[in-house]
């Protein structure tokens, strides 16, 4: 995709958003990205089709040994676990088991939203000394289901209470990018999610910060889970431990720990859903808990749905600059930096450890830095594993246009725009949920 050469000025502003260590708006309306900076920590940056490569892709049915997988059986017992031990080593970072959590229902089920709604309210204890690391799950239900209902789970940028228009929820704190934890009400919003869009179609909606879990700056192992689990003496995790990714993964697997001992909530039709490098984090929640019955990625690019060898917008080597983003990954990830090729997972094969599961990759075709058209051939590649076990892929190889959604099993949608989520894309989210839930 061949870009115009204008409003440069513009653009280096629009990409500075997308270099802080916080997400973009999410629920505003995007802008379109022309001119995209020819460099990112002084790191080239290729943004035409022409220039990408020639790369070949691991085949996910092949076993380490050159066997071909050939049965669902040999994927669950073999292939599968090879795979996810890859990128627990070479990724993602290898996570400890959830041994010290417990939960205190603070809210049990007060109205909401004119009485259409249930809304409650949770603290989650990460640990055995209830003053140190904790969560608050802000959770809203139909007020009138008959049984447990299916939810989203939401993973923000932002505290409950900056999520919502909804005085009555728990005022927390949140991290600033300098690394200093202030009141929410004195920190930055990301609009505020139409819970009423959801609990009007019977599905529920849940939320967590995934600052409370761990900060989302280099530092902020200090403050954050991984840096309880350090043995004495270390500083920083071994090379194939985890990175903040995997520690928010982690959390939300604490989430679901919950919302099995909740008997409103169907806890086997619960979808994750997160944005940038939070839509890295619900594919990599989803590959190692599948408890999770669906994942929906928005914009989620380089070391999410992207394919690293394709080398269009963010790499992995501009991911892995100190001056970025290191610390989200294992420090096993930089090997691969110089050459994505090399290295013996990619964005594919993250996306087939979801199979059988519903998952929808959402993006948007003017995001050049996440790679819209490399999440789709990422999900292309995948959908052999989708239809080992039984289910549909794209059934297509030609790129959709934005506004087409393929909500198969394996599904894909493009809105015109950029980067984040736009208010219509929930439609489709809603769709996606009605259709593989209901």
């Known amino acids: ?21 916080f997400s973009i708006c999410i629920f505003h309306p995007t802008v379109r990205a022309q001119n995209p900076a020819s460099e990112v920590a002084g790191i080239p940056v290729n943004y035409d089709e022409l220039k990408i490569p020639s790369y070949s892709l691991p085949d996910p049915l092949k076993l380490a040994s050159g066997k071909k997988v050939t049965s669902a059986k040999i994927w669950y017992q073999k292939r599968r676990p090879e795979i996810l031990d890859l990128f627990k080593k070479e990724q993602f970072g290898k996570i400890p088991n959830r041994d010290e959590i417990s939960f205190r229902v603070f809210e049990s089920g007060s109205p909401a939203f004119d ?41 923000g940028f932002s505290a409950n209470s900056n999520s919502v228009d909804d005085q009555e929820v728990k005022g927390g704190t949140i991290w600033t990018r300098e690394g200093k934890k202030i009141p929410a009400s004195e920190g930055r919003k990301f609009g505020s999610f139409d ?5 009007s179609e019977g599905i529920g909606v849940a939320f967590i910060y995934y600052g409370d879990i761990e900060p989302d700056f280099a530092d902020g192992i200090k403050y954050g889970i991984r840096g309880h689990y350090l043995k004495p003496g ?44 939070l839509g890295k984090t619900v594919l990599w929640t989803g590959a190692l808990d599948t408890r999770f019955a669906m994942v929906m990625a928005s914009c989620s690019g ?35 930096s110089s050459d994505p090729g090399t290295c013996p997972v990619d964005a594919h094969m993250l996306i087939s450890l979801i199979a059988p599961r519903p998952l929808l990759l959402q993006t948007g075709d003017t995001d050049y830095w996440s790679d819209p ?12 594993v989708y239809q080992l076990l039984g ?48």
């Open 373 to 384: 058209k490399g999440e789709f051939e990422a999900a292309v590649a995948a959908e052999a």
């Open 234 to 277: 270390e500083t920083w995790p071994a090379p194939d431990e985890w990175g903040t990714i995997s520690a928010w993964a982690w959390g939300l697997s604490c989430v679901m720990d919950y919302l099995e001992s909740d008997d409103q909530i169907d806890a086997k039709s619960v979808a994750l859903y997160g944005v940038s490098r």
């Open 115 to 155: 009485h259409q709604v249930i809304r409650k309210q949770v603290r989650i204890y990460f640990t055995k000394d209830t003053t140190l690391l904790k969560a608050d799950l802000l959770v809203y239900l139909p007020a009138r289901s008959e049984g447990p209902v299916p939810l989203l789970l939401k993973i």
């Open 1 to 21: 995709m061949l870009l115009k050469r204008k409003n440069r000025k513009k653009m280096k502003s629009i990409l500075a958003i997308f270099l802080i260590p």
């Open 195 to 199: 819970v009423k869009k959801f609990t």
């Open 391 to 438: 289910k549909k892929g794209l059934e297509t190889e030609a790129w959709p246009p934005a506004g087409t959604a393929i909500l198969n099993d394996l599904g894909y949608y493009m809105h015109a725009g950029g980067h984040g989520s736009l208010p219509d894309d929930f439609n489709v989210l809603i769709d996606f949920m009605k259709k593989h839930f209901f």
């Open 302 to 336: 380089e070391g999410g749905a992207a394919i690293s060898r394709r080398q269009y917008g963010e790499t992995i080597k501009h991911m892995i600059d100190p001056t970025r983003y290191h610390y989200q990954f294992c420090d096993n990830r930089s090997k691969y």
